[in-house]
């Protein structure tokens, strides 16, 4: 075995064009080939000697390496994709001016908003993405209605959604009002609409998801649809934690 080998989908994310994950899927869907031809997962290949694509075009490492990070306030109606067949707008258009293509740790959906990390260190991507990695994460959530004593206990308890047990939630009424409350809800793992599942489950309909902190960085007073550097101790903050 050729000790310069490495995974298609670990090669694409050190380039810089898309998390490992995303590769993974991109793969899956036929988009990414090698030397021309369609790939399996788990393909190896030898950087420089065989030829990656995406969509038609070049996958090529950068000459220098120049890892960024930042931060969006991602505003509704925006998908948490680099480009989207649908036509639909892309938070890549959010971060054009950033000089480096980077791409999202995690996802919010279409009708939510907030902060969200993007990166082009495929690594750290990957560990944040990652089901085992449960770094906090804090939403507002506006549902109509009045939330009773028994939806919030249920909200703080594990919930069968999908078929899986989640791990606890903690939810705290942040104001109550006969036609609309606001929660605080802090999750543990990152699954597809978790929230709105949840919510959905207890007869709550959800009109406002934001999500406001990861782990220790906040979104702050940062602009709906703007973007901003993290610092280095935000940086090392990620990569550290455990």
């Known amino acids: ?21 995303k590769a993974e899927e991109e793969i899956q869907a036929g988009r990414i080939k090698v030397n021309g031809e369609r790939v399996e997962q788990g393909r190896k290949i030898i950087p420089g000697v065989d ?3 995406y969509l038609g075009k070049p996958v090529e490492m950068p000459r220098v390496k120049r890892f960024v990070y930042i931060m969006l306030n991602k505003p509704r109606g925006y998908v948490t994709t680099m480009n989207d067949e649908l036509g639909r707008k892309c938070v890549a258009s959010l971060v054009s001016d950033v000089g480096e293509r980077v791409y999202p740790c995690g996802r919010l959906d279409l009708d939510s908003e ?25 939403y507002t959530v ?10 919030l206990k249920k909200l703080n308890k594990p919930m069968r959604i999908d078929g899986y047990e989640t791990v606890p939630a903690e939810a705290k009424i942040l104001s109550l009002r006969e036609e609309e409350s ?10 597809n609409r978790q929230i709105r599942k949840m919510c959905e489950q207890l007869g709550l309909t959800v009109t ?20 901003k550097r993290l610092t280095r101790a935000q940086v090392d903050y990620l990569k550290n934690y455990k």
Do not use: F
């Not at 050729?2 to 994310?13: C, F, G, H, L, P």
């Not at 907030?114 to 804090?138: V, Y």
């Not at 606001?182 to 699954?191: A, D, Q």
């Open 142 to 151: 506006k549902v109509k209605g009045k939330v009773t004593e028994e939806q």
């Open 208 to 227: 406002s998801l934001r999500r406001i902190a990861i782990g220790a960085i906040t979104l702050g007073n940062l602009k709906s649809g703007t973007w």
């Open 182 to 191: 606001s929660i605080g809800i802090t999750l543990y793992e990152g699954r």
């Open 1 to 21: 075995m050729d000790t310069n080998e490495i995974r298609v989908q670990k090669y694409v994310a050190d380039c810089g064009l898309m998390s490992r994950r």
């Open 114 to 138: 907030g902060l969200l990390i993007m990166t082009n260190d495929g690594e750290l991507a990957n560990k944040l993405m990652h089901p085992a990695h449960h770094i906090p994460k804090l």
């Open 51 to 53: 030829r990656v694509e």
